[in-house]
């Protein structure tokens, strides 16, 4: 939705945002992002939100850590976001698609345990068929490590942070495949006192 | 994206979570919850985020209202959601679009003077010319007494909250009334240390 010249264009981006539920979230926020290593997506930060671009690969990895060591303080912490990949006001102009595959964060985010419950949505766009594509995907995410159920408008992950994320990108991955503007938006919560599973 | 039948419905949703930054969080959210008269929409809440669905007018109505009762505490208050509207999973199953035009809450909220940030994205969905539609809004977005610019994937709002949920719902209205399933994500933020103007 800028104003940026049309095309197709893999690269893949998350606009999200951090809400630590404590007086220390600025605190809460600053650590989280000091311990994550952003140096291979493009990253832009307001009051609002922070929008992360590059590599797919790179756009989950850098989101699920930040989320992981905000939630590693115990604070009760959420994050709400958009994935988006082939939107055709975005474009490959920056450097960051050349990156190799290798995840920066992974050692450091395999070594945090954290549950959480999540909510996502999947969205293939220009597509009229676009409701067999979520619904194929749904069937995929039952396979993957974390209880799956349906609310209105969303599905639901209960699990590790990490396999909440890890479903959520290979659900986001396949229907890429297939359709290509795809927007995926999600809320995780961990430690809130009304889910101490 | 529920498993309910597929059919045309007008019935309106929003899926949103309200994130006080304050470790008085839930006396936040409950406070914000018992001001705002929700007869008129379906509503159910779990740990991850509150769904509210019915008529059009009451859903923005009750969104609304709920960010300004938490905003007007002046502790750091944002929102994340998802307004939705044709959704082949979504039915008209509830009694509640039987509800009369009568806003519950418009007089309480236009007491409340509240400055705020919002970023939020507009998705017509099974349409191959989706990007005609939204680019179309962004257009109208310009007249509304908010100060509107472009972030990636998303359009940026600034000014009164009243006036923000205004811009909001006239752009989801008007590219609703041209296309059956439209979703609107956003993100408002209010009392932000680093944006106090
Ligand atoms: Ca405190």
């Not at 290798?102 to 345990?113: D, M, T």
Request: proline share 3%.
């Amino acid at each position: 939705m800028n104003n940026n010249s049309c095309g197709p264009s893999r690269i893949a981006g998350c606009q999200f945002t951090l809400f630590p539920m404590s007086e220390k979230f600025v605190d809460i926020i600053l650590g989280a992002i000091e311990e994550v290593d952003t140096s291979k997506v493009w990253k832009d930060t307001d009051d609002v939100s922070t929008c992360v671009r590059g590599r797919m690969g790179h756009v989950f990895d850098v989101t699920k850590a930040i989320f992981l060591h905000a939630a590693k303080t115990g604070e009760h912490v959420a994050m709400s976001g958009t994935f988006s990949i082939g939107c055709p006001g975005d474009t490959e102009a920056d450097s960051y698609m050349d990156e190799s595959d290798q995840l920066l964060n992974e050692e450091k985010s395999q070594a945090i345990s954290q549950q959480a419950g999540c909510k996502f949505s999947l969205y293939p766009m220009g597509r009229e068929d676009y409701m067999d594509a979520i619904y194929e995907q749904i069937d995929l995410s039952k396979h993957r490590g974390v209880e799956v159920s349906h609310a209105h408008y969303a599905t639901r992950l209960d699990g590790d942070v990490k396999d909440i994320f890890e479903a959520m990108h290979q659900s986001f991955d396949s229907v890429q495949e297939k359709v290509s503007h795809v927007t995926m938006t999600f809320t995780i919560s961990a430690n809130s006192p009304s889910n101490q599973s």
